[in-house]
C-alpha cells in the first residue's frame, strides 16, 4: 500500500471553548446544536493514558467517535475507506490538547500520550460498545500488529 499525507474527509477537529477563573476551568464537551447532522452519541466513557503509551490503532466498521483530549496528545489516523475521495490518505495531528476529533466508520485511529502526566480521553461514541446488553460482537478492527500501519506508532 501506498499513503498521501494530508487532511482527510468526514474528520472533524474543533477547539473546546474554554472559561478560566481562579476557581479552574470549564469546557462543552458537546452540545446537541452543535453536533453533526444524524450523530447522536448513545454511551460515553473516559480513559486514563499513561505518558509514552499508544492506543490503537483500529477502526470501526459502523462507530463514529467523538473524542474529547484532555492532556498531551499526538492522533495518528489513516483512510481505509475504498469508496472515499481519501482512501489512504494519512494525517497526524500533533495538539489535540483541549480538542474535540470526530472520527468516521472506516477511519483508523490511534493516540499516543506524549506528555509528562496522565493524559484524559473522553469518547461520545454513537454505538454501544458490544451492543446491547454487551451480547454483540464488538464493531473494532485491530491494527496493532499489521504490517500495513504507516505510521508504526511506538
Known sequence: MSFEDGEIE?????????????????????????????????????????????????????????????????LYLWDNREDSPTYLRRMVIREVEKRVIIVPPGVVHAYKNTGDADGLVLNFPDRLYGGWGKKEKVDEIRYEDVRENPFRVE
Open 10 to 74: 468526514g474528520i472533524i477537529v474543533q477547539d473546546m471553548e474554554v472559561f478560566s477563573d481562579q476557581r479552574g476551568w470549564l469546557t462543552e464537551l458537546f452540545r446537541e446544536d452543535q453536533l453533526p447532522a444524524g450523530f447522536r452519541p448513545v454511551m460515553a466513557y473516559l480513559s486514563v493514558t499513561r505518558p509514552g503509551v499508544v492506543r490503537g490503532p483500529h477502526e470501526h466498521n459502523e462507530q463514529t467517535d467523538y473524542f474529547c483530549f484532555i492532556g498531551s496528545f499526538i
